[in-house]
């Protein structure tokens, strides 16, 4: 590797955020949760295999140098099948308006996009950009101004490097015809508890929140949420150390009565029920919610 002949002269800015680059080293059959609420996370795999999870879809493989995306709000995991080394990319948002325009820009394929989570491959020229990054880390040269200039890059690299329709299909979830109010959706349906406080966030009125709410999301915002708290209580369901107690705290609710409720409305059964089917790789039986968030 090159060296960095001029650090000393270096002055380092903070880094205390959880946003940026990380560099992993991990032994076989090693675990990784990635349920950071605020969160987006790209998982690049530079050695070795790992089995990657995310909300419903279970049991992906990704490859070495292969991709995945993991979006904010998700139940996002990784086991490694061998050792590996691994590149951890988080971040809150997009940062240019040209980062931006090309999401905005993907939402017309989106009729020709049935999305599965699955990995696409590293294309030149991703490996020099990890090796020099890791560089960069190695030698403590690790602070926010190095991880905002290489976020610019990575996706300068994405949007020069790899078809529109693969951008699409890896990004979809956060995809949308007006970028900036389905990332505030995103980013605030889980904290709020009537559908009134997203339209306040939102500075609209009830009447055209619900009107603008539709073109995007395809439902009301009503309903569009139930869907998502759903898809959230079944994949936490789904987990073997869940717990009631934990999930109806997560998602506001107010009593074990509303939760057998609310599960029996969007599954057509118990809590206990859809646990017992989970677990036995039965889910589908029971589940009618859409799994997917357009």
Same mark, same amino acid.
């Given at each position: 590797?090159?060296?960095?002949?001029?650090?000393?002269?270096?002055?380092?800015?903070?880094?205390?955020?959880?946003?940026?680059?990380?560099?992993?080293?991990?032994?076989?059959?090693?675990?990784?949760?990635?349920?950071?609420?605020?969160?987006?996370? +790209?998982?690049?795999?530079?050695?070795?295999?790992?089995?990657?999870?995310?909300? @419903?879809?279970?049991?992906?493989? =990704?490859?070495?140098? @292969?991709?995945?995306?993991?979006?904010?709000?998700?139940?996002?995991?990784?086991?490694?099948?061998?050792?590996?080394?691994?590149?951890?990319?988080?971040?809150?948002?997009?940062?240019?308006?040209?980062?931006?325009?090309?999401?905005?820009?993907?939402?017309?394929?989106?009729?020709?996009?049935? !999305? =599965?989570?699955?990995?696409?491959?590293?294309?030149?020229?991703?490996?020099?950009?990890?090796?020099? +990054?890791?560089?960069?880390?190695?030698?403590?040269?690790?602070?926010?101004?190095?991880?905002?200039?290489?976020?610019?890059?990575?996706?300068?690299?994405?949007?020069?490097?790899?078809?529109?329709?693969?951008?699409?299909? +890896?990004? !979809?979830?956060?995809?949308?015809?007006?970028?900036?109010?389905?990332?505030?959706?995103?980013?605030? !349906?889980? #904290? =709020?508890?009537?559908?009134?406080?997203?339209?306040?966030?939102?500075?609209?009125?009830?009447?055209?929140?619900?009107?603008?709410?539709?073109? @995007?999301?395809?439902?009301?915002?009503?309903?569009?949420?139930? #869907?998502?708290?759903?898809?959230? =209580?079944?994949?936490?369901?789904?987990?073997?150390?869940?717990?009631?107690?934990?999930?109806?705290?997560? !998602?506001?609710?107010?009593?074990?009565?509303?939760?057998?409720?609310?599960?029996?409305?969007?599954?057509?059964?118990?809590?206990?029920?859809?646990?017992?089917?989970?677990?036995?790789?039965?889910?589908?039986?029971?589940?009618?919610?859409?799994?997917?968030?357009?």
């Amino acid at each position: 590797m090159t060296n960095l002949p001029n650090l000393e002269e270096h002055i380092p800015c903070s880094n205390e955020t959880l946003s940026g680059f990380r560099y992993l080293e991990a032994e076989e059959d090693t675990f990784l949760s990635f349920h950071q609420e605020d969160l987006h996370h +790209l998982i690049f795999i530079l050695e070795g295999d790992v089995i990657a999870g995310c909300n @419903e879809f279970k049991n992906q493989t =990704v490859k070495e140098s @292969e991709f995945v995306f993991f979006p904010k709000q998700s139940s996002s995991s990784i086991q490694t099948c061998s050792p590996c080394k691994i590149i951890v990319f988080a971040f809150f948002s997009l940062k240019t308006s040209h980062e931006k325009q090309a999401f905005q820009s993907y939402w017309k394929l989106f009729p020709n996009i049935t !999305y =599965v989570f699955q990995p696409l491959p590293f294309r030149t020229p991703m490996i020099e950009f990890f090796d020099l +990054l890791i560089l960069y880390m190695q030698k403590q040269v690790d602070c926010a101004c190095l991880h905002e200039i290489k976020h610019q890059e990575l996706f300068l690299i994405l949007s020069t490097q790899y078809p529109k329709e693969e951008l699409a299909g +890896l990004f !979809y979830p956060i995809i949308g015809k007006s970028f900036e109010f389905r990332c505030l959706i995103l980013d605030n !349906y889980l #904290k =709020v508890h009537r559908v009134d406080e997203l339209a306040h966030l939102s500075g609209m009125g009830r009447t055209n929140f619900d009107n603008k709410f539709k073109a @995007e999301f395809g439902s009301s915002p009503h309903q569009w949420i139930l #869907k998502q708290k759903a898809k959230h =209580v079944r994949n936490c369901l789904s987990e073997p150390d869940a717990t009631f107690s934990d999930i109806m705290r997560k !998602y506001n609710f107010n009593s074990a009565t509303h939760f057998t409720r609310f599960c029996k409305q969007q599954f057509g059964c118990t809590p206990s029920d859809l646990v017992r089917q989970l677990r036995k790789g039965e889910g589908h039986r029971c589940v009618h919610t859409q799994e997917s968030s357009q």
